[in-house]
């Protein structure tokens, strides 16, 4: 299983009081280096640092969504599911238009803080666009992705 995969099942499963910690796993992963703050310059690993020392956890995980990719999240109950109480999509937007997520294009997830489900979207999303011929199915939950 890939890293991004990995994290992304981590953060599925985490509580509200590990999320600046796994933001910070997550943009080390996908920039390949830890965010820090630099001096001057407006430029997005500022802006995510920022983000993380107020506690904007839920902006911060929005910047590591792809590009091209469009994002939702909210509460989710069902009273006879047992998942996370929130929900988050990522979703590839060339795809919206055609009105076509057979392809896997369009990756659901829960986890225990708005935060954490949109990052481990994001992880995945990143995952699938990232891997020549890696779909993800509709819908993953942890432990549902098995990589070939």
């Known amino acids: 299983m890939s890293e991004l995969l990995k994290l992304a099942e981590r953060c599925e499963q985490a ?10 796993e997550a943009w080390t992963l996908t920039h390949g280096k830890p965010p ?14 920022a983000l993380l020392n107020a ?3 839920e902006s911060a995980a929005m910047m590591l969504v792809p590009e091209g990719w469009g994002k939702m999240v909210g509460d989710y109950w069902v009273d006879f599911e047992k ?14 238009a055609q009105d076509d997520f057979a392809d896997g294009e369009l990756i659901q997830t829960w986890a225990h803080t708005p935060a954490l489900a949109l990052c481990a979207a994001a992880l995945r999303a990143i995952h699938s666009t ?7 199915p509709l819908t993953t939950a942890p432990g549902q992705i098995d990589e070939a």
Do not use: I, M, W
């Open 83 to 96: 998942k996370p109480p929130f929900v988050a999509e990522c979703y590839d937007l060339s795809r919206v």
């Open 36 to 49: 820090r703050a630099n001096r001057g310059g407006d430029n997005p690993e500022n802006k995510f640092v």
């Open 15 to 24: 509580t509200a009081e590990q999320q600046r910690e796994l933001l910070a």
């Open 130 to 136: 990232s891997t020549p011929g890696t779909r993800l």
């Open 55 to 57: 506690e904007g956890f």
